[in-house]
């Protein structure tokens, strides 16, 4: 499985982006998918994933209310709207998957390459 993520960059404190990952190899409904951040001030998290149906959702209570992941399993396509943010959320910002269903814990099985997301105060 190859994830290829898009979106990101630089936006101003209280502003919005939204990330893309397509996933190419397999059907995208046959994984969980879910979005994992590194900055320098903590270890990798993650914040917001999803069951293979995008039915459940799972978000780090850093970012309740303010991100919201998606899917489009037509397209393969798992998204990340980033909304209110914060210089806090600076961090590169991975997309990750894990065969099956359901929400996995600990290490995604596969991962995209990572983009930087600057939230500027």
């Known amino acids: 499985v190859q994830l290829v993520e898009s979106g990101g960059g630089w936006v101003q404190a209280g502003g919005s982006l939204r990330r893309s990952c397509v996933a190419s190899?397999?059907?995208?409904?046959?994984?969980?998918m879910g979005w994992c951040c590194q900055s320098p001030r903590k270890d990798r998290e993650y914040v917001a994933r999803s069951s293979g149906s995008g039915i459940t959702t799972l978000y780090a209570d850093s970012v309740k209310a303010r991100f919201t992941i998606s899917r489009d399993n037509a397209k393969n396509t798992v998204y990340l709207r980033m909304n209110s943010l914060k210089p806090e959320d600076t961090a590169v910002y991975y997309c990750?998957?894990?065969?099956?269903?359901?929400?996995?814990?600990?290490?995604?099985?596969?991962w995209g390459q990572g983009t930087q997301v600057t939230v500027s105060s």
């Open positions: 190899g397999r059907t995208s409904s046959r994984y969980a």
């Open positions: 990750a998957a894990n065969d099956g269903e359901g929400i996995w814990y600990g290490r995604a099985g596969y």
